[in-house]
């Protein structure tokens, strides 16, 4: 299943968020850079942490073979079980051009046949290079926002773009949520899905010094796993890794029956 993060102009830091969501998620997740200004999980969580792989390298290796089957292997490990695992962005911005995001988009879409979930961090939307190919793939569509009265009205701005069919970012409103950052400044999870007109799936809070851990590398310490931080990222995720399951269901088309004319044909044989 393939969730995808966004945010608006001026929106609290999708990448932080989505971090925060892949560790805290309810079964095996991937989060994907795919960000085109680039990645920086490994420089700020996974301090400064050298990789072999990752977006930049799977484009590559892509060319010599099918991009699913070339995926796992640009994979990077984020928490000690392996249930949390990084595909990190692009080292240069100016190689998004390069990027086949359909391609990609169905590679990440079904990772695993389906059995682990991918968190795609595209970015801001409008972006040069903005990947929506990987929007028009995925289960749910994200727009991360702040809860100030400027942070709110770009969601909506975005949110509003989403809908356009003639955009071409999304593929319909049934898929649009929210996520809240900051909640309450002065704005709260119930008058923001309201001005918006989406569900918000989740409010994260500003919790600076768990922040800096994702953002940062900032030592983690024994009490990271019990911030407050992490405590609303495991609530938040099994609320979007449901709204997405259902609505991925409501997508996936019900099996076709056999025709009377087929059934009747098999009780003559």
């Given at each position: 299943?393939?969730?995808?993060?966004?945010?608006?102009?001026?929106?609290?830091?999708?990448?932080?968020?989505?971090l925060?969501?892949?560790?805290?998620?309810?079964?095996?997740?991937?989060?994907?850079?795919?960000?085109?200004?680039?990645?920086?999980v490994l420089?700020?969580?996974?301090?400064?942490?050298?990789?072999?792989?990752g977006?930049?390298?799977?484009?590559?290796?892509?060319?010599?073979?099918?991009l699913?089957?070339?995926?796992?292997?640009?994979?990077?490990?984020?928490?000690?079980?392996?249930?949390?695992?990084?595909?990190?962005?692009?080292?240069?911005?100016?190689?998004?051009?390069?990027?086949?995001?359909?391609?990609?988009?169905?590679?990440?879409?079904?990772?695993?046949?389906?059995?682990?979930?991918?968190?795609?961090?595209?970015?801001?939307?409008?972006?040069?290079?903005?990947?929506?190919?990987?929007?028009?793939?995925?289960?749910?569509?994200?727009?991360?926002?702040?809860?100030?009265?400027?942070?709110?009205?770009?969601?909506?701005?975005?949110?509003?773009?989403?809908?356009?069919?003639?955009?071409?970012?999304?593929?319909?409103?049934?898929?649009?949520?929210?996520?809240?950052?900051?909640?309450?400044?002065?704005?709260?999870?119930?008058?923001?899905?309201?001005?918006?007109?989406?569900?918000?799936?989740?409010?994260?809070?500003?919790?600076?010094?768990?922040?800096?851990?994702?953002?940062?590398?900032?030592?983690?310490?024994?009490?990271?796993?019990?911030?407050?931080?992490?405590?609303?990222?495991?609530?938040?995720?099994?609320?979007l890794?449901?709204?997405?399951?259902?609505?991925?269901?409501?997508?996936?088309?019900?099996?076709?029956?056999?025709?009377?004319?087929?059934?009747?044909?098999?009780?003559?044989?």
């Open positions: 299943m393939l969730i995808a993060l966004c945010s608006a102009k001026g929106a609290p830091g999708v990448t932080t968020a989505a925060a969501l892949t560790l805290s998620w309810p079964r095996g997740a991937v989060l994907a850079e795919l960000d085109p200004a680039g990645g920086d420089a700020g969580y996974g301090r400064a942490r050298l990789s072999a792989g977006l930049t390298e799977l484009q590559l290796a892509a060319r010599r073979g099918g699913a089957g070339q995926l796992d292997a640009h994979l990077v490990q984020l928490d000690a079980t392996g249930r949390a695992r990084l595909l990190p962005g692009l080292s240069d911005a100016a190689t998004a051009r390069h990027v086949n995001w359909e391609r990609l988009a169905a590679a990440l879409a079904s990772v695993e046949d389906g059995a682990v979930d991918v968190l795609a961090d595209c970015g801001r939307l409008r972006a040069e290079h903005f990947p929506a190919a990987v929007l028009r793939r995925a289960a749910a569509v994200v727009v991360v926002t702040g809860s100030t009265l400027r942070a709110v009205r770009a969601a909506a701005q975005a949110v509003a773009e989403l809908r356009d069919e003639g955009a071409g970012l999304a593929p319909g409103a049934g898929v649009l949520a929210a996520l809240v950052v900051g909640p309450g400044e002065p704005y709260g999870e119930r008058e923001i899905g309201e001005v918006l007109g989406v569900p918000v799936v989740g409010v994260l809070p500003r919790d600076a010094r768990a922040a800096a851990v994702l953002s940062e590398g900032a030592p983690a310490g024994r009490l990271f796993a019990q911030s407050a931080l992490l405590r609303a990222a495991r609530s938040a995720a099994v609320r890794a449901e709204f997405a399951a259902a609505h991925e269901v409501r997508l996936t088309p019900p099996p076709t029956p056999a025709s009377a004319a087929t059934a009747g044909g098999r009780r003559d044989r």
